[in-house]
């Protein structure tokens, strides 16, 4: 993706205060990797329920604030809905986000299962076994995060609708 600054993303929260964006911790942002990157995705250290998503969607910066559910899920596997990457269930957790404008002022929120660490990026990198390399990694990869970008896009409609 193209870089975000720290301006970009304060800016781009579509369901939060323009309080709260400022005072968003924001990571490392000139140690991302930003062509291995669908979205920048981040958890608050002081505040470990909350977590934070920004990329490009139509050529505009756009954020959510999310917040994680208190528990988590046990045994067994999961399945992120963003990168559809199946992992020990314990690695996902349910986020929520509060819709975007009027609805959200009611206290609509939206909520999916997502990489617990907000990493999808990273793990849709991680190379399939050899005998799963059709055509290659390089078109795997490829595949693998326009898929991320639509259903990335897919949940942020859901935030954005009737706003
Ligand atoms: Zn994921």
Redesign the pocket.
């Known amino acids: 993706m193209k870089p975000l600054t720290d301006t970009d993303i304060r800016d781009s929260l579509v369901n939060a205060s323009s309080a709260e964006a400022a005072k968003m911790p924001l990571p490392g942002l000139h140690e991302v990797v930003w062509q291995e990157r669908e979205y920048l995705g981040w958890r608050d250290p002081g505040s470990p329920q909350r977590g934070y998503i920004a990329y490009w969607r139509d050529g505009r910066p756009v954020g959510l604030v999310l917040r994680a559910a208190e528990t988590r899920l046990r045994g067994g596997s999961a399945i992120?809905s963003?990168?559809n990457?199946p992992q020990p269930a314990g690695q996902v957790t349910m986020f929520t986000a509060q819709r975007a404008g009027r609805a959200g002022e009611r206290g609509d929120s939206v909520g999916t299962y997502?990489?617990a660490d907000l990493a999808?990026s990273l793990?849709i990198r991680i190379a399939p076994p050899q005998y799963e390399m059709q055509p290659s990694p390089d078109v795997v990869v490829a595949t693998r995060a326009s898929r991320l970008v639509e259903r990335i896009d897919n949940f942020v409609s859901r935030v954005l609708e009737d706003a």
């Open positions: 992120c963003l990168c990457t997502i990489c999808c793990l």
